[in-house]
Antibody, heavy 122, light 108 residues
Framework: EVQLVESGGGLVQPGGSLRLSCAAS????????MSWVRQAPGKGLEWVAN????????YYVDSVKGRFTISRDNAKNSLYLQMNSLRAEDTAVYYC???????????????WGQGTLVTVSS | DIQMTQSPSSLSASVGDRVTITCRAS??????LAWYQQKPGKAPKLLLY???RLESGVPSRFSGSGSGTDYTLTISSLQPEDFATYYC??????????FGGGTKVEIK
């Protein structure tokens, strides 16, 4: 069974940093693109970033470029999101997500974690 | 970036009703469209991909159609467990991958 478990969320002051982790199990982690998707309170879904299987390609939504860094450790079956220079508008539940496996080129999310809440406030 | 516009943003319906939600892309996306259902406090769940392909385990009352820039999600007979928020998402031109604003389906 595919499982994605996020951790690392919490309360941080504006300008601060936080590192999110996603522990993956139940599948061959090194074979899949992985992504982060966030949802601000009461708002819709926003794709944040994704990373290729070997970490050689990474992409970000414009609003986080230069502040967030996605990475992975295939030996530990783990995905990470380093968030620096955090702003109030980064407040959201952050989900780790994996593609369903076929047909969507890596971009249909058939598997999601439970999410971890990041609150940026003074 | 491709913008995805969903309508309506909310609707009220009764159990047994046929419900249709529309998603319009700012440019053609060649059926590269997914639909998700999200219930409060839960992660989204993939319902359909490639505009009309039903994800494994999803009831057949859910269906998708469309082409070019315009797509629809139809629930043929609304069930109590279907009251939720629905999102479309394009994966034709990425990055960035983009979602619609959501449609909340409420009980009438």
């Amino acid at each position: 069974e595919v499982q994605l478990v996020e951790s690392g969320g919490g309360l941080v002051q504006p300008g601060g940093s936080l590192r999110l982790s996603c522990a993956a199990s139940g599948f061959t982690f090194s074979s899949y693109w992985m992504s982060w998707v966030r949802q601000a309170p009461g708002k819709g879904l926003e794709w944040v970033a994704n990373i290729k299987q070997d970490g050689s390609e990474k992409y970000y939504v414009d609003s986080v470029k230069g502040r967030f860094t996605i990475s992975r450790d295939n030996a530990k079956n783990s995905l990470y999101l380093q968030m620096n220079s955090l702003r109030a508008e980064d407040t959201a539940v952050y989900y780790c997500a994996r593609d369903r496996g076929t047909y969507c080129g890596g971009d249909c999310y058939g598997y999601w974690g439970q999410g971890t809440l990041v609150t940026v406030s003074s | 970036d491709i913008q995805m516009t969903q309508s309506p943003s909310s609707l009220s319906a009764s159990v047994g009703d046929r419900v249709t939600i529309t998603c319009r892309a700012s440019q053609g996306i060649s059926n590269s469209l997914a639909w998700y259902q999200q219930k409060p406090g839960k992660a989204p769940k993939l319902l359909l991909y490639a505009a009309s392909r039903l994800e494994s385990g999803v009831p057949s009352r859910f269906s998708g159609s469309g082409s070019g820039t315009d797509y629809t999600l139809t629930i043929s007979s609304l069930q109590p467990e279907d009251f939720a928020t629905y999102y479309c998402q394009q994966y034709y031109s990425t990055p960035p991958l983009t979602f619609g604003g959501g449609t909340k389906v409420e009980i009438k």
